[in-house]
């Protein structure tokens, strides 16, 4: 069987293909993941909320509404507003991707980042708590994960970055395959390395984000304001996943057309030099034909 020869640029060899796509999920999927935990943390303690776990915010509109429970924050109202905001912004990705194909989560995070910093600012420069944005700024900023679930279940990485309880059940499930199925294989290992970043990178976010919390203020005025540009930045990155190797394959083309253009004008040059000596010989035979009729004439 013949080796793949590898793709040279200059002297750059490019990397394989499938390991760097990997490696690029995995850094991309704990980034995520970290955006998350960070996320969570400061709309937990701001507004008894979270940005991104819809289980928890269920179970306090069961609280809310079937128990009539006082330890409950907030009203129904408000928990209701939060899981309908996520589910559109599932439907926003949807129809984005329709009309932007392999470019609708960067496309759309950019308009829903500017929406999180927007809401983020209003709350930093709002005078006073009664002229604040309210708890309900939450149902703001919960369609651009709504829009992440969608795209990370269905897309490029084929894992969602904040579905925790799913990543504990990948590690648990896969530790004992080796001990029923047999070893694992390469892909078994390249979950339990996505499912293990996503929860340690969760984990670290949170810690941090609720760090900086108590560290700052109560209600973490500020905190958010590093979210937007990230998610921007992340969710280009992700879009452009599908294209590992596009800057090396870029100045491939960029590389070869130069050769062509070498080459073909070294061809002309060629072309322009075997003229000049045809017709340098043309001129040299017309010129002895012209001495012999010369010579003939005059003997005549």
Not at 70 to 77: A, E, G, K
Not at 186 to 191: A, E, F, V
Not at 228 to 238: D, E, M, Q, R, V
Request: proline share 5%; net charge positive; charged share 20%.
């Amino acid at each position: 069987r013949r080796k793949r020869r590898p793709a040279f640029v200059g002297h750059i060899a490019m990397p394989s293909s499938e390991p760097w796509m990997r490696t690029k999920q995995l850094i991309l999927a704990g980034a995520l993941a970290f955006v998350c935990g960070y996320t969570d943390a400061i709309t937990m303690i701001r507004w008894k909320g979270f940005a991104t776990m819809m289980t928890g915010n269920l179970l306090f509109l069961g609280r809310a509404m079937l128990a009539d429970d006082p330890s409950v924050p907030y009203d129904r109202l408000f928990y209701i507003s939060i899981l309908t905001t996520f589910a559109l912004g599932v439907v926003a990705y949807r129809l984005a991707e329709a009309r932007w194909p392999k470019r609708g989560a960067s496309i759309l995070g950019l308009a829903l980042s500017v929406v999180i910093l927007t809401i983020e600012v209003a709350t930093v420069l709002t005078p006073s708590p009664d002229l604040s944005v309210g708890h309900y700024a939450l149902a703001g900023i919960t369609p651009m994960f709504g829009m992440l679930m969608a795209a990370c279940t269905a897309g490029k990485l084929g894992a969602p970055t904040n579905l925790i309880t799913g990543h504990i059940v990948t590690v648990a499930t896969l530790a004992t395959k080796p001990c029923s199925e047999g070893s694992l294989t390469t892909s078994d290992w390249h979950k339990v390395r996505m499912s293990s970043v996503i929860l340690v990178f969760t984990f670290f976010g949170a810690g941090i984000g609720a760090a900086l919390c108590f560290l700052s203020s109560e209600t973490a005025d500020g905190m958010l304001l590093p979210v937007p540009p990230a998610f921007a930045i992340l969710l280009w990155c992700y879009d452009h996943l599908a294209k590992p190797r596009s800057l090396i394959k870029r100045a491939q083309r960029h590389a070869r057309r130069r050769r062509q253009r070498k080459k073909q004008r070294a061809e002309e040059e060629e072309q322009g030099y075997s003229s000049g000596d045809t017709s340098s010989e043309d001129s040299a035979d017309e010129r002895d034909a012209d001495a012999r009729d010369v010579e003939g004439g005059g003997g005549g």
